[in-house]
């Protein structure tokens, strides 16, 4: 079998692609980054470009589609750029996969249910996204399903939790407070430090991807989320433990997503999916993998 | 008061630039397409290109943003096309509008609702388009509220109800009867025609434009449908009545959003709006706005 994963150089992408080729699929990765040294064949390309998605796409049995502006702040600076990418590179992938006959498995987010109407949260509760980020990941999962409903594409949405793992990038939360930690620098955390996360390991992601594009379940989003709530006061606390260092709080940041808790059961049910990872586990594996400075 | 209206070479777009110059505001109209022969000054222009959209907005103190991928139709064979106008399109008209301190006044529809969980449909109803037109205008409509949001712009979003006016575009269901009709052809209703519409007319909606470009009201999606509910057979009928041709029954359209009652009370509350136009005086008025052929 044969998967085209695209956004192959980012950190998620990664972890999927590695993941696919230890499971023995043939790997083609697609991004407009530099995929050099990559183990797998690698096609640099634009999502927004039609043709070079249709390129790319030609010869395998399933897109994990994973490109987009990830960068949840890139987004809320630039998102006319966030729709470009996210919506029209998402739309780009559905046609090409539908006309080529290609099974879809897309990387959707737990952000696009916005404020909870009640917890924990399923696949059944409203979605109401509020951020260029979360808006246009909702709405290139919708435009996927709706192909799958129209069209009878084979395809289906993963409502990842909050990814981390090596290779996060280096303005995530994760890194920041690692990075200031490390050089004794002070950590702030916006807000009180109570919301919470249930921050997902990004092999467990991986894991959920190769279930997804074995599986024939389509046209539906699910829910992909580890159980555990840790709050951004805890994981500062975690990380202050190894690396000692005075911890602030400052104004919550506008636009954050407010905390909610979400059940992957259904995944549990329909794909054999759980999270293996526990987080301390995987903050030991994350620090560890985070090269010190100098 | 200046408002830009783009799109205003379309059918709704006509007729709301009309009811801004008719109510006093000074109208600039932008548009892809000939706008040449307008009662306003018009600027040619890409809503995918933010250079021109920035320069459209200058000067101006309201977007009424109705410049879009319409046609249903058009959308669903060009998803990409779509998410490039209706989403890109609108985060550039939203992105331009918040630097420059205009409000914004978008054109949504009532189609953003999907199935309906409970009726009449208010705006606290969940959202789930499920068709790239009404997926793409959605995710507008959520760019657009996000920005009132995070960055404090002014701006609501008018959930508009099917329209239906002089200028119709020759491929909706009411020009389609019309002209079958009146050449003597079969019309073919699809499904058993029971489905119902709230058909609104255009001049009440560019009426719901003014009002809400008038308004200090901010952040809100509003829906501004009319209250008859008009099946496509009644819809059939009516045109036979005076045109008499044979009614036949197809198969149902895929993707077509199933019927629901939708209900404007938040309208006539919050910006004194309600529907002036009854639908026989409506129909009447079209059938006679399309000259005969030949």
């Given at each position: 079998m044969r998967v085209l994963v695209t956004g192959a150089a980012g950190f998620l992408g990664k972890h999927v692609a590695r993941r696919f080729l230890a499971e023995g699929w043939e790997v083609r990765g697609f991004d407009l980054d530099d995929l050099s040294g990559s183990e797998f064949e690698t096609v640099k390309g634009d999502l927004t470009d039609q043709a070079s998605v249709e390129a790319a796409i030609r010869g395998t049995d399933t897109v994990a589609h994973i490109g987009a502006i990830g960068d949840v702040y890139l987004a809320g600076e630039r998102p006319s750029l966030a729709a470009q990418v996210n919506v029209v590179g998402t739309s780009n992938v559905v046609q090409a996969a539908n006309a080529a006959g290609v099974r879809v498995v897309y990387a959707s987010t737990?952000?696009?249910?916005?404020?909870?109407?009640?917890?924990?949260?399923?696949?059944?509760h409203p979605t109401q996204p509020d951020h260029p980020y979360n808006i246009t990941k909702l709405a290139g999962e919708s435009m996927l399903l709706s192909a799958c409903r129209l069209h009878g594409l084979s395809g289906i949405a993963l409502r990842l939790g909050t990814a981390y793992g090596s290779?996060?990038?280096?303005?995530?939360v994760f890194r920041i407070f690692l990075d200031r930690a490390r050089a004794g620098d002070k950590i702030t955390v916006q807000?009180?430090?109570?919301?919470?996360r249930q921050f997902t390991h990004a092999s467990d992601i991986a894991r959920a991807f190769v279930l997804a594009a074995s599986s024939?379940?389509?046209?539906r989003a699910i829910n992909i989320v580890a159980p555990e709530t840790v709050s951004i006061k805890e994981l500062a606390d975690l990380i202050v433990s190894r690396h000692p260092t005075e911890v602030e709080f400052g104004e919550p940041r506008a636009g954050d997503v407010p905390p909610a808790t979400v059940t992957a059961a259904l995944a549990g049910e329909l794909l054999g999916w759980t999270a293996d990872v526990p987080f301390d586990r995987g903050i030991e594996e994350f620090i560890s993998s985070v090269p010190s400075r100098g």
């Open positions: 737990w952000e696009v249910y916005g404020e909870p109407e009640y917890e924990p949260i399923d696949e059944a290779g996060l990038r280096p303005n995530s807000g009180d430090g109570s919301q919470g024939d379940l389509s046209g």
